[in-house]
C-alpha cells in the first residue's frame, strides 16, 4: 500500500479552513475554545464542527490544538472539552501537557505538540510507546536526525515546512513571561523576540546599536519535500494561525503544486485526501508574507538565519531604485507595480521603511507619502494589492472531486449511477415510460450537456456515458433532477462511510529517557507529574510560571546564535573570525537587559536574565 503524504494547514477559524480545504490541504488544523497557544485564534465547537463536516468530504482531517500547559483547575474543563470535539468528530488532538495522557479520555487519536521537546530519538521512541500516534518534530533537527528519528520508531512524523520561526527551542521561550507575566505556553507570546536590541560586549562597548538581534528570517523547506519524505517525514505543516486567508491560500497551494509534482508516478507514495484543484492565480512563497528565508538547520548550519533589520515583512523583491524623478520613483520592473501596493526598503539607518503606491504608470511609482531614498536602494513589494484582490475572491482556488455518470435505461424507466475517484457509489432512479424522441435523433450529446453541469457542487465530471437502447426522450428537467439527487445522496454517502482513525490511551509506564527534568518540561499540574513519575522521573521541576526567579534565570534556549551571525564562531568560523569578542555579551533593550551564554559544544545560545551568574565556556 502507498504511503499517505499530507499537506497540513493552519485555520485561525472556519473561513480560513475551508479556504485551506479548498486550496489543497490534506488536513487541517485549529484552536477550540481553550488551551490552544494562540489566545486570538478560539473557536466555537459548532464552528469546529462545520470544518470538520466539510473536510472529511474531502476525506481530509482536522486536528484541534491543545497545546498550553494547563493548570490543576483546568484539568476537568479540558477533559470535558475533548469529549466535545470526540463527539464532533474530530480526527485528532495536537497536545504539550502530558497531563492529557493521563486523563480518562474517548478513544481519540494523539499527536505530540513540537513543544513537547520533540527532538532527540529516544524521547520520541518513549512517546509512540506511551500511546502517541504522531509527532510534530522540532523545526532545529537536521535530515541525518530525522532519518535516525523514524529508524528507531515507526511513529507518524510532522514537519513544518513554510512559515515563522520561533528562536527558541521548538517554542520553548519564557521571556515574555518574565518580562510581563504574558506565557508563551498559554497562548499569550509577547514576541520580545522581534524587538530591536543593542548588543553590548564584556567591556561595556556597544557593538551593534537599535537591531532586531533575536528576529530571525522565515522558514522555507519546499525545496527540501522529497529528501524529507525520504527520511521519514509523511505531514508538511504550515505555520500561520493568525495569517489571513491569502497567506493560507497561497502557501497551501503552492505546496500542492510542489507536493502533486513530486508523487506524480510514484509507487511508493500519493496524497492523503480526495479532489483535484484548480487555481485561478500563480502562487509564490516570496507574495506571503515572509522575513526573507531559510531553511533553517535541516541542511545543517552553513548560512545567515538573522533578519536583524525590521520583523517586518520584506516582500517580493522588486528592483533597484534607479532614480527620483519628482515625487516619483523610478524603478527597476517598475512595471510589475500596481496601484495600491505597499512597498518596503531599508534606509541609510538601516531601517526598514514602508511606502503605499497611489499610481503606478510607465515603470514609476507615485507614493501616498513621498521620502527621500538613496539611488540604488533594493526595492521589496509587501503588499501586492491586484494578487491580494485575486486571491481573494471565493472562486480563486476551488476542489473538485473526480466523478463518472452513467445513464443507463431500466424495466421501469431510467437509471444513473455515479461513482466517484473513491469508489463511492450513487445510484438514482426514474420510474418513467419511455419513448422515442419524435425526430428519432439521439438525446445523447444534450444529455451530457445537462449531466456535466455540476456547478457549485465539490463534484467535477470527468467521464459521461449514456447506454440507450433505442432514441429515448427524457426531459430536461427529470435529468437534471437526477444529477442534483445523485451528487446530494453522494455527498451523504461520502460523510457516512468516512472512516476515523481512533485509538484508546492505556496507561505505560515504560522508563522515560532521563531521570531529572528541569523547568523546560513545562510541568504545571499534578496530573502530568503523575504521569512522568509513573515512567520513572524522580526529580521534577516546577514550570517556569509556577516558580520564576526574577532576574536570574535562563529565559531561552536556542540552535540560533549572535556570534555565528557576526562571523565569530569559535568552531565553524574559527578561520576566518579573528579576534575573540570579550564576553559575556548582551543584549538590552530599554529596561530590559539579557546575557548570552554560548554553549558550543552542543551549538546551542542560551539567553539569561541580567543578574544570572554563570561560567563563559572558553573555546
Known amino acids: 500500500m502507498k504511503k499517505k503524504i499530507e499537506i497540513l494547514a493552519p485555520a485561525k477559524d472556519l473561513f480560513h479552513g475551508m479556504a485551506a480545504i479548498n486550496s489543497g490541504a490534506d488536513a487541517v488544523y485549529i484552536g477550540a475554545?481553550?488551551?490552544?497557544?494562540?489566545?486570538?485564534?478560539?473557536?466555537?465547537?459548532?464552528?469546529?464542527?462545520?470544518?470538520?463536516?466539510?473536510?472529511?468530504?474531502?476525506?481530509?482531517?482536522?486536528?484541534?490544538?491543545?497545546?498550553?500547559?494547563?493548570?490543576?483547575?483546568?484539568?476537568?474543563?479540558?477533559?470535558?472539552?475533548?469529549?466535545?470535539?470526540?463527539?464532533?468528530?474530530?480526527?485528532?488532538?495536537?497536545?504539550?501537557?502530558?497531563?492529557?495522557?493521563?486523563?480518562?479520555?474517548?478513544?481519540?487519536?494523539?499527536?505530540?505538540?513540537?513543544?513537547?521537546?520533540n527532538r532527540d530519538a529516544d524521547k520520541i521512541k518513549f512517546l509512540k510507546d506511551a500511546g502517541i500516534k504522531r509527532v510534530v518534530l522540532a523545526r532545529e533537527l537536521n535530515l541525518h536526525q530525522i532519518k535516525e528519528i523514524s529508524s528507531a520508531s515507526d511513529v507518524e512524523l510532522e514537519f513544518f515546512v513554510t512559515g515563522a520561526l520561533c528562536v527558541a527551542?521548538?517554542?520553548?521561550?519564557?521571556?515574555?513571561?518574565?518580562?510581563?507575566?504574558?506565557?508563551?505556553?498559554?497562548?499569550?507570546?509577547?514576541?520580545?523576540?522581534?524587538?530591536?536590541?543593542?548588543?553590548?560586549?564584556?567591556?561595556?562597548?556597544?557593538?551593534?546599536?537599535?537591531?532586531?538581534?533575536?528576529?530571525?528570517k522565515d522558514f522555507d523547506v519546499s525545496d527540501q519535500i522529497p529528501n524529507l519524505i525520504e527520511a521519514g517525514v509523511i505531514s508538511f505543516k504550515i505555520e500561520g494561525r493568525l495569517k489571513d486567508v491569502v497567506y493560507?491560500?497561497?502557501?497551501?497551494?503552492?505546496?500542492?503544486?510542489?507536493?502533486?509534482s513530486f508523487l506524480i508516478g510514484s509507487d511508493k507514495y500519493t496524497k492523503a485526501s480526495s479532489g483535484t484543484c484548480t487555481f485561478a492565480f500563480d502562487s509564490a512563497l516570496n507574495k506571503s508574507f515572509n522575513r526573507g528565508y531559510t531553511d533553517y538547520f535541516v541542511n545543517g548550519r552553513d548560512q545567515s538565519i538573522g533578519s536583524w533589520?525590521?520583523?517586518?515583512?520584506?516582500?517580493?523583491?522588486?528592483?533597484?531604485?534607479?532614480?527620483?524623478?519628482?515625487?516619483?520613483?523610478?524603478?527597476?520592473?517598475?512595471?510589475?507595480?500596481?496601484?495600491?501596493?505597499?512597498?518596503?526598503?531599508?534606509?541609510?539607518?538601516?531601517?526598514?521603511?514602508?511606502?503605499?503606491?497611489?499610481?503606478?504608470?510607465?515603470?514609476?511609482?507615485?507614493?501616498?507619502?513621498?521620502?527621500?531614498?538613496?539611488d540604488g536602494t533594493?526595492?521589496?513589494?509587501?503588499?501586492?494589492?491586484?494578487?491580494?484582490?485575486?486571491?481573494?475572491?471565493?472562486?480563486?482556488?476551488?476542489?473538485?472531486?473526480?466523478?463518472?455518470?452513467?445513464?443507463?435505461?431500466?424495466?421501469?424507466?431510467?437509471?444513473?449511477?455515479?461513482?466517484?475517484?473513491?469508489?463511492?457509489?450513487?445510484?438514482?432512479?426514474?420510474?418513467?415510460?419511455?419513448?422515442?424522441?419524435?425526430?428519432?435523433?439521439?438525446?445523447?450529446?444534450?444529455?451530457?450537456?445537462?449531466?456535466?453541469?455540476?456547478?457549485?457542487?465539490?463534484?467535477k465530471a470527468d467521464e459521461i456515458s449514456v447506454m440507450f437502447t433505442k432514441n429515448w426522450f427524457m426531459p430536461i428537467s427529470k435529468i437534471n433532477e437526477m444529477r442534483r439527487t445523485a451528487f446530494e445522496q453522494l455527498t451523504t454517502i461520502r460523510l457516512t462511510n468516512y472512516k476515523r482513525e481512533e485509538h484508546q490511551i492505556v496507561k505505560t509506564s515504560h522508563p522515560y529517557p532521563e531521570?531529572?527534568?528541569?523547568?523546560?518540561?513545562?510541568?504545571?499540574?499534578?496530573?502530568?507529574?503523575?504521569?512522568?513519575?509513573?515512567?520513572?522521573?524522580?526529580?521534577?521541576?516546577?514550570?517556569?510560571?509556577?516558580?520564576?526567579?526574577?532576574?536570574?534565570?535562563?529565559?531561552?534556549?536556542?540552535?540560533?546564535?549572535?556570534?555565528?551571525?557576526?562571523g565569530k564562531c569559535p568552531i565553524h568560523q574559527k578561520s576566518t573570525m579573528g579576534e575573540k569578542l570579550k564576553e559575556p555579551l548582551v543584549l538590552k533593550q530599554g529596561e530590559l537587559e539579557y546575557k548570552l551564554?554560548?554553549?558550543?559544544?552542543?551549538?546551542?545560545?542560551?539567553?539569561?536574565?541580567?543578574d544570572a551568574e554563570f561560567e563563559i565556556e572558553e573555546y
Open 515 to 566: 531521570t531529572k527534568l528541569d523547568f523546560m518540561y513545562n510541568v504545571a499540574n499534578k496530573m502530568a507529574r503523575k504521569f512522568y513519575e509513573r515512567h520513572g522521573v524522580t526529580e521534577i521541576e516546577k514550570a517556569f510560571e509556577l516558580q520564576w526567579e526574577p532576574g536570574k534565570s535562563r529565559v531561552m534556549t536556542t540552535k540560533y546564535c549572535i556570534k555565528y551571525e557576526l
Open 597 to 610: 551564554k554560548f554553549n558550543c559544544k552542543p551549538c546551542e545560545m542560551e539567553i539569561w536574565e541580567k
Open 33 to 117: 475554545p481553550l488551551y490552544g497557544a494562540r489566545s486570538n485564534a478560539t473557536n466555537s465547537i459548532a464552528d469546529v464542527a462545520a470544518l470538520v463536516q466539510y473536510a472529511h468530504l474531502y476525506h481530509a482531517q482536522v486536528f484541534v490544538v491543545i497545546n498550553t500547559i494547563l493548570y490543576d483547575n483546568e484539568l476537568e474543563s479540558c477533559r470535558k472539552m475533548i469529549y466535545e470535539l470526540y463527539d464532533i468528530g474530530v480526527d485528532a488532538l495536537i497536545v504539550q501537557d502530558m497531563a492529557i495522557m493521563e486523563m480518562e479520555l474517548p478513544p481519540i487519536v494523539i499527536h505530540a505538540s513540537t513543544q513537547a521537546n
Open 248 to 260: 493560507v491560500k497561497n502557501n497551501v497551494s503552492y505546496l500542492r503544486q510542489k507536493l502533486d
Open 378 to 459: 533594493y526595492i521589496y513589494r509587501n503588499n501586492d494589492a491586484a494578487f491580494i484582490k485575486l486571491v481573494e475572491r471565493e472562486d480563486s482556488a476551488v476542489r473538485k472531486i473526480g466523478t463518472t455518470l452513467l445513464l443507463t435505461e431500466n424495466e421501469t424507466g431510467f437509471e444513473l449511477i455515479v461513482t466517484d475517484e473513491d469508489g463511492y457509489v450513487s445510484t438514482v432512479q426514474l420510474d418513467s415510460h419511455k419513448d422515442e424522441t419524435k425526430t428519432g435523433l439521439s438525446m445523447e450529446d444534450n444529455i451530457k450537456t445537462q449531466l456535466a453541469k455540476t456547478g457549485f457542487t465539490p463534484y
Open 309 to 374: 533589520e525590521s520583523p517586518k515583512s520584506k516582500g517580493q523583491y522588486i528592483g533597484k531604485l534607479l532614480k527620483t524623478i519628482g515625487n516619483a520613483y523610478q524603478i527597476e520592473n517598475g512595471e510589475l507595480l500596481n496601484n495600491g501596493d505597499g512597498l518596503c526598503f531599508i534606509n541609510e539607518e538601516n531601517e526598514a521603511e514602508g511606502i503605499y503606491v497611489n499610481k503606478a504608470e510607465n515603470g514609476m511609482a507615485y507614493p501616498n507619502v513621498f521620502k527621500e531614498i538613496k
Open 169 to 216: 527551542f521548538s517554542g520553548n521561550c519564557y521571556m515574555s513571561v518574565a518580562n510581563g507575566e504574558r506565557s508563551a505556553n498559554r497562548g499569550s507570546c509577547a514576541q520580545n523576540c522581534r524587538l530591536p536590541y543593542n548588543l553590548i560586549d564584556g567591556n561595556g562597548d556597544t557593538l551593534i546599536k537599535n537591531s532586531h538581534l533575536l528576529s530571525i
